[in-house]
C-alpha cells in the first residue's frame, strides 16, 4: 500500500497494487466503490477527514458482516455482506421503485428463504469452480435450459451512463467541457478519469433538474389557470 500510495495518479499498476495488499473484504469493497481507497483521500479536504474520525465508516460495517459467518470461506462472507448491504440497498430498491414507478409486480425467487439457506449451507467449490460462477445452479439446469440461456453473458442493471454522455447528453455535455478548459480536439475524458465523469454526470443532472423543475412549476401554473378558467366558467 505504501508504494501504491507513493506512485503518481494513472500509472499502470498503481490500483492493482494497492488492492491485493488488502485482506479479501477490504479488496472486496475497493473493487465495488466508485473511487478506491487510494484515490478517494485525493478528494476530502482536511476539515472533512477530521469530520470522518477513525470509526472505520463502510469497511467497519462490511467487517462486522464478515464476522458472523463461521465457514472460513471468503466467498461466504463476501455473499454474507452483498445480501446485507449491495441487494437491500441497490439491487431490490431499484427493481422496486421502477417497476411500482410503472404499475409491475416483481418478484425474486432466487431469494426464497429455504433456497437461500440451501445456497449458503454449500461449500465455495460449489458456487465457484475453474472461475465459473454460478456452477453448481448450471449443472442443476443443464438438462431444463438450453446451452443459449444457461451461458449466457450476465446483463447487470447498471445504465448506459457513458453511452449517454457521449450522445443524447452531449448537447449538455459539451459546453461543460469547454467551460472547464478543455478543447475541441482533445480525447474525451469521460470513462478514463472518475473524478471528471462524475463532475460531467452531476453537473449534467444539476442542470436537467433545474430543467425539469421548471417545467414542472409551468406544467402546474397552466394547470391552476385552466382549473381557475372553468371555475369561473361555471
Same mark, same amino acid.
Given at each position: 500500500?505504501?508504494?501504491?500510495?507513493?506512485?503518481?495518479?494513472?500509472?499502470?499498476?498503481?490500483?492493482?497494487?494497492?488492492?491485493?495488499?488488502?485482506?479479501?473484504?477490504?479488496?472486496?469493497?475497493?473493487? #465495488?466503490? =466508485?473511487?478506491?481507497?487510494?484515490?478517494?483521500?485525493?478528494?476530502? =479536504?482536511?476539515?472533512?477527514?477530521?469530520?470522518?474520525?477513525?470509526?472505520?465508516?463502510?469497511?467497519?460495517?462490511?467487517?462486522?458482516?464478515?464476522?458472523? #459467518?463461521? =465457514?472460513?470461506?471468503?466467498?461466504?462472507?463476501?455473499?454474507?455482506?452483498?445480501?446485507?448491504?449491495?441487494?437491500?440497498?441497490?439491487?431490490? =430498491?431499484?427493481?422496486?421503485?421502477?417497476?411500482?414507478?410503472?404499475?409491475?409486480?416483481?418478484?425474486?425467487?432466487?431469494?426464497?428463504?429455504?433456497?437461500?439457506?440451501?445456497?449458503?449451507?454449500?461449500?465455495? @467449490?460449489?458456487?465457484?469452480?475453474?472461475?465459473?460462477?454460478?456452477?453448481?445452479?448450471?449443472?442443476?439446469?443443464?438438462? #431444463?435450459?438450453?446451452?443459449?440461456?444457461?451461458?449466457?453473458?450476465?446483463?447487470?442493471?447498471?445504465?448506459?451512463?457513458?453511452?449517454?454522455?457521449?450522445?443524447?447528453?452531449?448537447?449538455?455535455?459539451?459546453?461543460?467541457?469547454?467551460?472547464?478548459?478543455?478543447?475541441?480536439?482533445?480525447?474525451?475524458?469521460?470513462?478514463?478519469?472518475?473524478?471528471?465523469?462524475?463532475?460531467?454526470?452531476?453537473?449534467?443532472?444539476?442542470?436537467?433538474?433545474?430543467?425539469?423543475?421548471?417545467?414542472?412549476?409551468?406544467?402546474?401554473?397552466?394547470?391552476?389557470?385552466?382549473? @381557475?378558467?372553468?371555475?369561473?366558467?361555471?
Amino acid at each position: 500500500q505504501r508504494l501504491s500510495a507513493k506512485l503518481p495518479h494513472g500509472t499502470l499498476g498503481r490500483n492493482y497494487i494497492h488492492n491485493v495488499a488488502l485482506d479479501p473484504v477490504h479488496r472486496y469493497l475497493d473493487s #465495488v466503490s =466508485t473511487f478506491t481507497g487510494l484515490n478517494r483521500q485525493m478528494l476530502y =479536504t482536511d476539515e472533512f477527514k477530521k469530520q470522518l474520525g477513525t470509526n472505520g465508516g463502510v469497511i467497519a460495517e462490511f467487517r462486522s458482516y464478515a464476522a458472523k #459467518v463461521n =465457514t472460513g470461506e471468503p466467498l461466504d462472507q463476501l455473499l454474507h455482506i452483498d445480501s446485507k448491504t449491495y441487494l437491500p440497498g441497490d439491487i431490490l =430498491t431499484k427493481v422496486d421503485r421502477m417497476s411500482m414507478a410503472t404499475s409491475l409486480e416483481t418478484r425474486a425467487p432466487f431469494l426464497d428463504g429455504d433456497l437461500m439457506e440451501l445456497a449458503f449451507s454449500m461449500p465455495g @467449490h460449489l458456487k465457484i469452480r475453474n472461475g465459473e460462477r454460478k456452477w453448481i445452479l448450471k449443472q442443476a439446469m443443464k438438462d #431444463v435450459l438450453p446451452d443459449a440461456i444457461l451461458n449466457r453473458k450476465k446483463e447487470g442493471f447498471s445504465i448506459p451512463m457513458k453511452n449517454w454522455l457521449r450522445r443524447e447528453l452531449q448537447p449538455q455535455v459539451h459546453p461543460l467541457v469547454i467551460s472547464w478548459g478543455y478543447k475541441d480536439d482533445e480525447p474525451t475524458f469521460v470513462g478514463r478519469h472518475e473524478q471528471h465523469c462524475l463532475r460531467v454526470v452531476d453537473a449534467v443532472a444539476q442542470r436537467l433538474g433545474a430543467e425539469a423543475a421548471e417545467h414542472h412549476r409551468v406544467h402546474r401554473a397552466d394547470a391552476g389557470a385552466g382549473q @381557475h378558467r372553468d371555475r369561473r366558467l361555471g
